[in-house]
């Protein structure tokens, strides 16, 4: 039985991140999963590496498109590897067989009579590489917020209007298709509402695959992209079945319109087949926010791996996040679920059980079956059901709670059973016992190995090899794993602990500080330039005669003829108001920054700008190439109040 899936084909307009890592994190879990079903599996990624966005991005950092995306898709692939996620197939979309197969899906739409030339006047996004319907110049772009462009070129176009009914047919066929329920419900909504043609090409755009015949024209990103999944696989065959169509596609929930959508009609326009099932994960926020280059608050995957093992990582985002939703990361919730569930959890029972095992049986694991605990073995045969149906449904979260609820079942049973005080008695009985509730304890460490194995691979791995097992992991089928498959007479091997604690603020204090090389690091590989540096130091005495004060802005208006500044009355807690003028127009509306606090330089020389004496100066931070935000004290503080 073939099972063929893929992460989205990432855009290589930034280097890779933890949010990347999630993906293909889970994606990594459903190819070992279904492996242990029998399945025959191929995991597919790659990098979109196309679009005006890519463009712009190479000629910023003076590297030509191909040197640009060449150094972005090996950083991806390096990751990858780093991290134990290598895909089967990875392809580029730079790659000529990739063009030929994108080529081709043209020329049948066209023959079709799905596709024809136009022209288009209107707003487009370059961040998201979407046409908009709203035609007002610089109307904001509906997923991202930003400002669209007007642009007016020849195209060709999809008639995507005339698959309205046949896509909300799928959906009504097909259930499952689009999971979970609330991007189906949204993807059912938005299709209903009507369906526009589709631009698919660009004629302003060089760097793309051309069209055949009319090579001015390259095609859009999407209708270049999403062919990716069947690029990577053309003519593959697994066990005499073709690998195409995708029986998943495991994307995050900003881009499910396009793959739910326009991917499927690209698809019957064609008349190839459509993939078997899409899934759309929710975001990743840091401190509530998402995560995103343009906020900088990204993560990245491998600075977490140095201190704590990408197990954790892997664990913590399955555990932690309901998949599908969008789920919270620190470094300190990372270090605190480490602790808890894998140190004090299952490393303890592990750590716990075998050594037990080599103290009082000599390492050698005993026949406990005949006595071994009903309820426990109970409990045990439903929980393997219950996990493998949740993860059959990407209930990730869900199955390993179940799974840490067997564990501690077993926590309290050992305590309930005290082997320490068994071992000193005489009795025979209390001896049977004593096998008995070594061999509960153990053979719950192998079914929780096995089905961890998926999950942390390295440390399931770890501990099915300390328990003594012969047949290699890998091997193990979930429809045959059982309660009492543990073989009596088997040799233990404690080691190592597989999860040693962690302190929290020395373990996220070095994340932090890897994580600031790491970023370093990889914007020097793009040709960043560092943040500045102060050129010139400075005495106490120079920087005490510098006075900051906390202000209050009482009142914001524009400055007439000038874009880019704003007159605000400030409260200084100095008994009258004071006028300063701010170059923050282009990132702030008046009427949001009054009653706002913020930093002011107060004893700074009044200067007179478009007219007005500006007594004093605003405080605020301008990252590179961005809009300048305002330094405001983190607690409520008296206007007045000067920084120290």
């Known amino acids: 039985m073939k099972y063929y899936l893929t992460t989205p084909i990432y855009y290589v307009n930034a280097a890779p991140h933890i949010g990347h890592a999630y993906t293909t994190f889970a994606a990594d879990l459903i190819r070992r999963f279904k492996r242990m079903q029998g399945y025959t599996v191929v995991l597919t990624s790659g990098t979109d590496e196309h679009g005006q966005k890519v463009e712009k991005a190479a000629r910023a950092q003076g590297k030509s498109p191909k040197e640009f995306t060449d150094l972005i898709s090996a950083e991806f692939r390096r990751t990858w590897e780093k991290l134990g996620i290598m895909p089967d197939r990875f392809r580029r979309t730079t790659d000529p067989r990739h063009h030929r197969m994108v080529q081709e899906l043209f020329r049948r739409c066209k023959a079709n009579g799905y596709v024809y030339k136009g022209s288009y006047t209107g707003q487009y996004c370059t961040s998201c590489e979407l046409y908009v319907t709203e035609n007002e110049p610089g109307a904001p772009c509906p997923d991202c917020g930003r400002p669209t462009e007007t642009v007016t070129e020849e195209n060709y176009f999809f008639k995507l209007s005339e698959f309205q009914d046949r896509l909300l047919e799928l959906y009504e066929r097909n259930p499952d298709f689009i999971l979970p329920e609330t991007r189906r419900n949204e993807v059912i909504a938005f299709v209903r509402q009507g369906l526009n043609d589709l631009s698919i090409t660009r004629t302003s755009l060089k760097w793309g695959i051309p069209v055949p015949g009319e090579e001015k024209h390259v095609f859009y990103v999407w209708f270049d992209a999403l062919m990716t999944y069947m690029s990577a696989v053309e003519g593959e065959k697994v066990d005499g079945e073709d690998l195409w169509p995708a029986d998943l596609h495991l994307i995050g929930k900003e881009i499910v319109r396009f793959h739910a959508i326009y991917w499927p009609a690209f698809l019957m326009a064609a008349d190839w087949p459509v993939p078997k099932q899409i899934f759309a994960h929710g975001w990743l926020l840091f401190q509530e926010d998402k995560m995103s280059k343009s906020k900088g608050n990204i993560v990245r995957a491998t600075p977490i791996q140095e201190v704590t093992g990408v197990d954790a990582l892997r664990f913590f985002l399955m555990r932690e996040i309901v998949f599908g939703q969008d789920g ?5 919730a990372l270090v605190n679920r480490y602790n808890s569930d894998l140190a004090n959890g299952l490393g303890n029972l592990a750590s716990r059980t075998l050594s037990m095992i080599e103290q009082y049986r000599g390492g050698v694991v005993p ?18 059901a219950a996990y493998v149906a949740h993860f059959d449904r990407f209930e990730f979260s869900r199955g390993l709670e179940l799974l840490w609820s067997l564990l501690g079942a077993v926590d309290k049973y050992l305590v309930e059973q005290a082997p320490w005080k068994l071992i000193k008695s005489e009795s025979a009985e209390d001896q049977k016992r004593l096998d008995a509730t070594l061999y509960t304890a153990a053979e719950v460490l192998r079914l929780a190995a096995a089905l961890l194995a998926p999950v942390i691979p390295d440390s399931a791995a770890k501990i099915w090899s300390q328990l003594g097992m012969r047949e290699p992991l890998e091997s193990v089928r979930l429809q045959k794993l059982a309660w009492g498959q543990l073989e009596p007479g088997q040799k233990v091997h404690r080691g190592e602990p597989v999860f040693p604690r962690i302190k929290v603020d020395e373990a996220t204090a070095k994340m932090r500080e890897l994580e600031i090389q790491e970023t370093a690091r990889q914007n020097a590989l793009l040709g960043k330039k560092p943040e500045a540096e102060a050129s010139e130091t400075i005495s106490i005495d120079d920087f005490s005669k510098v006075e900051l004060r906390v202000a209050e802005v009482v009142n914001a208006e524009r400055v007439k003829g000038a874009d880019k500044l704003l007159k605000l009355t400030m409260d200084a807690g100095e008994g009258r108001p004071r006028t300063l003028v701010a170059g923050i127009a282009e990132a702030y509306e008046p009427e949001e920054l009054i009653g706002k606090k913020v930093v002011i330089v107060a004893n700074l020389q009044p200067r007179k ?11 605020a931070a301008t990252p590179e190439k961005g809009k300048p935000v305002l330094v405001s004290p983190m607690a409520d503080v008296p206007v007045g109040t000067r920084l120290t």
Not at 328 to 332: A, C, D, G, K, V
Not at 611 to 616: A, D, K, L
């Open 609 to 619: 700008l478009r007219g007005i004496v500006s007594e004093g100066m605003v405080v």
């Open 328 to 332: 919270n990361f620190s470094y300190e």
């Open 367 to 384: 026949d406990g079956r005949e006595g071994a605990d009903p309820q426990i073995a109970a409990q045990a045969g439903r929980t393997v």
